[in-house]
T-cell receptor
Framework: GAVVSQHPSWVICKSGTSVKIECRSLDFQATTMFWYRQFPKQSLMLMATSNEGSKATYEQGVEKDKFLINHASLTLSTLTVTSAHPEDSSFYIC?????????????FGDGTRLSIL | AQSVSQHNHHVILSEAASLELGCNYSYGGTVNLFWYVQYPGQHLQLLLKYFSGDPLVKGIKGFEAEFIKSKFSFNLRKPSVQWSDTAEYFCAVNRNSGNTPLVFGKGTRLSVIA
């Protein structure tokens, strides 16, 4: 089945560091990928929709200059958390949908746990 | 905008008990509905989905869900749970048009005890 690979799985870094998270669709092409954030014991909150070859669409309240998204190819989207601070510590999950209509399921990566000291 | 409500935060059941997890959504248009499961330490996996046709859909591992349009509901059921069903369950919805992302409920943690 379709697989989404996310890397790294865990990052611990100092405040002020920028962190890049990669999301790859391994056996299908994804023109659109989605980035979610999940706080402990809470649901997944959509941060942005990443579109191959164009600018990402950010949800209300998500700082586009803080969370830089690049979708340079049909199989790779990256999320860069710039100048990360402790409040950015969270679980970040990427997702990609099988090509086709909106009824196609989204496939999820294993997530990246980001801890900012 | 769509929203999804899952009524139960944490459900504790004994093995072989029947399960029903509630899910309601708010959106006036046509939607696709999904249930995902997240086992401890693993990524989200699709249990089942509904987009058209028979409102009673069957998924993997003996799960099923029924779409009741008049109630804006998509409850998840299983007749007899097993210890291995212990996980977090998420209901999700997206608009049935374009490449719209899933909107998730807060999730329900299911603990099955032997």
């Amino acid at each position: 089945g379709a697989v989404v690979s996310q890397h790294p799985s865990w990052v611990i870094c100092k405040s002020g560091t920028s962190v890049k998270i990669e999301c790859r669709s391994l056996d299908f092409q994804a023109t659109t990928m989605f980035w979610y954030r999940q706080f402990p014991k809470q649901s997944l909150m959509l941060m942005a929709t990443s579109n191959e070859g164009s600018k990402a669409t950010y949800e209300q309240g998500v700082e586009k200059d803080k969370f830089l998204i690049n979708h340079a190819s049909l199989t790779l989207s990256t999320l860069t958390v710039t100048s990360a601070h402790p409040e950015d510590s969270s679980f970040y999950i990427c997702s990609a949908r099988d090509p086709g209509p909106s009824s196609q399921p989204q496939h999820f990566g294993d997530g990246t746990r980001l801890s900012i000291l | 905008a769509q929203s999804v409500s899952q009524h139960n935060h944490h459900v504790i059941l004994s093995e072989a008990a029947s399960l029903e997890l509630g899910c309601n959504y708010s959106y006036g248009g046509t939607v696709n509905l999904f249930w995902y499961v997240q086992y401890p330490g693993q990524h989200l996996q699709l249990l089942l989905k509904y987009f058209s046709g028979d409102p009673l859909v069957k998924g993997i591992k003996g799960f099923e869900a029924e779409f009741i349009k008049s109630k804006f509901s998509f409850n998840l059921r299983k007749p007899s749970v097993q210890w291995s069903d212990t996980a977090e369950y998420f209901c999700a919805v997206n608009r049935n048009s374009g490449n719209t992302p899933l909107v998730f409920g807060k999730g329900t943690r299911l603990s099955v005890i032997a």
